[in-house]
């Protein structure tokens, strides 16, 4: 089992930026890659962006070149730094676990509010 907590969320004005943070706990060594996710009012839960155990990162279209997501091992966290947000950003993002076996973890969610 791994249990996931985010933090970092907020309301801030478009354009600004925001840094959310994700730490896990329990059997980290059975992690194979971390998400983020992220759902607005009324939509799907949609992939954000992604970092395997090599440091290999993934990231959806609408995000590309404003998020990044980067993890630091020694602290067992996540982070995804957003930038030059947008009105479409505001969601709960929430942090994800796969693991080499069972069922993947979830955390409990974050808000971002980015108001114009």
């Known amino acids: 089992q791994v249990q996931l907590v985010e933090s970092g969320g907020g309301s801030v004005q478009a354009g600004g930026s925001l840094r959310l943070s994700c730490v896990a706990s329990?059997?980290?060594?059975?992690?194979?890659?971390m998400s983020w996710y992220r759902q607005a009012p009324g939509k799907q839960r949609e992939l954000v962006a992604a970092i395997n155990s090599g440091g290999r990162t993934n990231y959806a279209d609408s995000v590309k070149g404003r998020f990044t997501i980067s993890r630091d091992n020694a602290k067992n966290t996540m982070y995804l730094q957003m930038n030059s947000l947008k009105d479409e950003d505001t969601a709960v993002y929430y942090c994800?676990?796969?693991?080499?076996?069972?069922?993947?973890?979830w955390g409990q969610g974050t808000q971002v509010t980015v108001s114009s």
């Open positions: 329990g059997s980290i060594f059975s992690i194979i890659i």
């Open positions: 994800n676990a796969l693991l080499n076996a069972g069922t993947p973890s």
